[in-house]
């Protein structure tokens, strides 16, 4: 498979390095494939579905061709998930995609512990440390620190902002020993994250370790995101049938969104096949994608601290995979937007546990609560031409 990058697409390089580069050095752009090659129809038409690891086993391997063997890819498919997700029915026709059941309760588990053991393979006839230095608002940190805790070959350093993480992602991502390290920066998320790209175009830092890095600016960490949305869309549609009586049910993903690397990995998954119709980016005040798709025009923007901090992001660094690989009038046809505010996000969490039992996340509430409105005709109304006032949430 041959990548190329966002800023320039005459860069052609292969799987190692793109994860091992992290983003390119000369342009500050982030990898892609070249191509998203779709799964054979009869592996996507099973039923029952295949297992988790069996669909990330297939997802997977034409990104590493002639880089990893079958064999080796399956013992990190093997290695990296010994949890599954688990989709959860609220009612007849909406599920809960959990995604929290690894090793640091947040779904950033599924693309770091890849990502780990790949980067861990590639360094593994290296005589030096691969230095991994990663941004995180919360869930990322924790998560990476986790994975890359003890792995051979590899050196751990999470920037922070002081303040603006829950004591306990704090607690998780601070309290590693060994090869992971955390630093409190006093500013927000994208402060560390400017951190973070400026040192990875600094040449004389750059001569004196090898850098690469762990957010989802990293292709090693988008790509395997995407082995859920296959995996949850099949089980989906094959408990329709069961649940709703609906046998080709158009599922709507609802992804709750911060720097926009789950949602980019949610758009690779359908480009391979799923069965996802469209999609919905719930995100917080931070709506600088929410704007960009209602007024034409991007504009990066300080973050803004919510309940939701996991996605206090005002510059998401996925909007240049996602303008790379679709026009904005494809990215229309594809998803809508959604913002709420702090005063929202505390009624959703208290609407989705009367209406439904469930007790929710601050994250998570934002993407019910556009279902919710969705179910309630919402999503129609858009259709129809009825465009909500896009500084208002909705």
Known sequence: MIYTDTRDNSVKVDFRT???SGMNKKTGGLFIPEEFPKLDKSFINKN???SFRDIAFNMAKPYVDGEISDEDLAEIIQNAYPFSPKIVPLDNISYVLELFHGPTCAFKDFGARFMARTMSFFNKNEDTPLHIL???SGDTGSAVGSAFHNVPGLDVTILYP?????PLQEKQLSTFTGNVRALKIKGTFDDCQKLVKT???DEDLRQKLRLSSANSINIARLLPQSFYYMYSSLVVRNRCVLDNKISEPNIIMVVPSGNFGNLTSGLIAKRMGAPIAGFTAATNSNRTIPDWIATGTYTARASMET??????????SNYERIKAMYSL???????????????GILQAINACYEKTGYIIDPHGAIGWKAWNDIKNGKLEDLINGNKNDFNKPG
Not at 162 to 166: A, C, F, H, V, Y
Not at 329 to 343: C, I, P, Q, R, T
């Open 329 to 343: 009038e494809e990215v229309k046809d594809l998803f809508a937007s959604y913002w709420l505010d702090n005063e």
């Open 48 to 50: 029952p579905e295949s």
């Open 134 to 136: 990663v941004a995180t």
């Open 18 to 20: 793109a994860v091992m």
């Open 162 to 166: 002081d303040g603006k993480i829950s």
């Open 199 to 201: 040192a990875f175009t």
């Open 307 to 316: 309940y939701a901090n996991a996605m206090d992001v005002g510059a998401p």
